[in-house]
């Protein structure tokens, strides 16, 4: 099973207020309606492979911590259609809602912290979140929102699509420059360390 990488970005213009709460700052950028378009690149022993990928928010709800879209990847190797929908439910790690633990989808606290150290933004977080999860944390200054978006769904094909949608990304905005970067994580994987 490939693992997948995710590297999107959007336009440069980025504003945003903070909020006095442990809710993380609100970023025009991470609204309903706004797309992002990157490269979704996978890595295994036996291949490298890259495609293009397209994300659009479709519902954000900042204080319950939760947002969802979809997600267009676009000539997949092994898929028997040029595009390929899935829509997905995310989680934004706010320390109100969710903190930095997944606690389902067969993720431990092991493998969450070999994930969320994949982004240098988290490291100074880390030393926080080995004690307590991270939720004595205020993110409310952070530059950065966390977040796991889990594909619930395939929108436009059946599952015999030649992807799977068995794991779940953990994901990192930039509420600077509006890019997200993204690793996917599936249990079912052994290729899931290495990256």
């Known amino acids: 099973m490939p693992v997948r990488v995710a590297e999107i970005s959007a336009p440069s213009q980025v504003s945003g207020t903070i909020s006095r709460h442990t809710s993380p700052p ?22 490298e492979e890259a495609w293009r990928v397209n994300v659009r928010i479709q519902g954000c709800d900042l204080e319950h911590g939760y947002l969802c879209g979809t997600m267009e990847a676009l000539n997949v190797p092994m898929a028997d259609t040029p595009i390929v929908v899935t ?3 995310g989680e934004i790690v706010d320390t109100k809602n969710y903190t930095f633990f997944t606690g389902k989808w067969d993720a431990s606290p092991e493998d969450d912290k070999r994930h969320w150290t994949k982004f240098p933004s988290f490291l100074p ?12 944390l205020d993110l409310s200054n952070c ?52 990256r």
């Open 87 to 89: 829509f997905w439910e």
């Open 125 to 136: 977080l880390l030393s926080q979140v080995e004690i307590d999860g991270g939720k004595s």
């Open 26 to 47: 609100a970023c025009t950028l991470l609204s309903v309606g706004q797309a992002f378009s990157g490269t979704q690149n996978v890595s295994s022993i036996q291949k």
């Open 143 to 194: 530059p950065y929102i966390f977040m796991r978006w889990k594909e619930q769904y395939f929108v436009n094909v059946g599952t015999d699509c030649g992807l799977t949608i068995a794991g779940f990304y953990y994901v990192c905005f930039s509420c600077s420059d509006g890019s997200i970067n993204g690793f996917y994580y599936d249990p079912n994987s052994r290729q899931n360390c290495p």
